[in-house]
Nanobody
Framework: EVQLVESGGGLVQPGGSLRLSCAAS????????IGWFRQAPGKEREEVSC????????YYADSVKGRFTISSDNAKNTVYLLMNSLKPEDTAVYYC????????????????WGQGTQVTVSS
C-alpha cells in the first residue's frame, strides 16, 4: 500500500522557519518524483517545490525561491522541505505527493497524495 505521511507543520511567527517531512512507503522511492503542494483557505492548491521532477531536476515556485529548500534522504525514504523566512501568505495546508513521471511539476502529474499538514504563519 502506498503511503505518504507529512509532518512538521505548526504555528510559527513571520520570519521563522519550519521543516516539513514526507515519509514514503509502498513504492520504489528513488523512481518517483516527490512534490510539495499547498492550499490556502479559499484558494486552489498550488505547486511549491519538487525533487526528481522537472525532467529529473528540482523545481521551486517563484513565491518560495530563495526561502525554501527541498531535499531527499533516499536511505530514509523521506523528502524534506525546509522553509525559512516564512511569511503570513505561506499559511496553508501542505501536501506531499508522488509521481511516476520525471517531468512532473504540476499536480495533474501526481498519482499519490498525503493527508497534509497545517502551516500557520502568524504573530
Amino acid at each position: 500500500e502506498v503511503q505518504l505521511v507529512e509532518s512538521g507543520g505548526g504555528l510559527v511567527q513571520p520570519g521563522g522557519s519550519l521543516r516539513l517531512s514526507c515519509a514514503a512507503s509502498g513504492f520504489t522511492f528513488d523512481d518517483y518524483a516527490i512534490g510539495w503542494f499547498r492550499q490556502a483557505p479559499g484558494k486552489e492548491r498550488e505547486e511549491v517545490s519538487c525533487v526528481r521532477c522537472n525532467d529529473n531536476s528540482t523545481y521551486y515556485a517563484d513565491s518560495v525561491k530563495g526561502r525554501f529548500t527541498i531535499s531527499s534522504d533516499n536511505a530514509k525514504n523521506t523528502v524534506y522541505l525546509l522553509m525559512n523566512s516564512l511569511k503570513p501568505e505561506d499559511t496553508a495546508v501542505y501536501y506531499c505527493a508522488a509521481s511516476r513521471f520525471p517531468e512532473a511539476v504540476f499536480e495533474a502529474w501526481y498519482d499519490y497524495w498525503g493527508q497534509g499538514t497545517q502551516v500557520t504563519v502568524s504573530s
